[in-house]
């Protein structure tokens, strides 16, 4: 159920090989094989979606890094697919350890990884033409994604908001672009209770990425804030890089109620 869209969408990149990418997710290219990223989810995107039916349906991709969630959309039959990223790493949210780069030169920090915000478009783009993707992309703020981007009758966020320091914002600005369905993939904690675990270490400073673990019980309550119910939560294992355990991921529908 596509609406008006009349963002400014992002013009394609021509990218010609894999020197200057950077793939968050492992995706197989024509021409090139396998290229590792941070998560393998191939031959996974339907437990990571918990089985939704992507048939026939416009979809939102919020955080696509390199675009393995959009393009498994597509192949999973969406019709109409937006991948969503930051605009600059002016958006990008660390926590403040004195001593790092985010606290004592933000514009330094910013400078140096857009660079590596650069690498991470380009694999999306290399993977868009070589999957001979039909999605379109627009980055800006997670935290207001513009009215001109329409709505959608899916929303996901993949594993983005335990990486945001005010993920209720972000929920808040997925919920005006989703019509009928937010999914949501996160780490929680199984419990009816509104209770959230900051997950910063002042003993970790290389652990500077990661923010929150909220409840079922918030998500629950904010959800129903937003105007949905949550329909179902499934629970998956998933194969990441940095460990040798499959690394826990739920994954939330969440259905607009009726009018």
Known sequence: MPSNRTADFAAPRHVENTDECFFYHTLDLPGFG?????????????????????????VLDVGTGSGFLSFSAEQAGATDVVSFDMDSTI?????????????????????????????????????HRLLKSKARTFYGDVYDMPEGL????????????????????????????SAQTILIVTPMIESDDRIARFEGDCARPDDDYVFWTYSEGIYHHVLNM????????GRFEFAANWSDVPEVRHVITAQRKSA
Not at 94 to 110: E, S
Not at 226 to 233: M, N, P, S, T, Y
Request: glycine residues 8%.
């Open 34 to 58: 396998e290229q590792k990223g941070e998560w393998d989810l191939r031959g996974r995107f339907a437990d990571y979606t918990d089985h939704f039916d992507f048939t026939g349906k416009s």
């Open 226 to 233: 937003l105007g949905f119910d949550v329909a179902k939560i």
């Open 150 to 177: 329409g709505q959608f009758d899916v929303v996901i966020l993949g594993s983005i908001l335990e990486h945001l320091a005010d993920p209720i914002k972000a929920m808040t600005s997925a919920a005006k672009r």
């Open 91 to 127: 958006r990008q949210d660390f926590l403040p350890f004195c001593d790092k780069p985010y606290f004592k030169d933000r514009a330094g920090l910013v400078h140096d990884r857009d660079w590596w915000l650069n690498q991470w478009k380009n694999a999306y783009w290399l993977s």
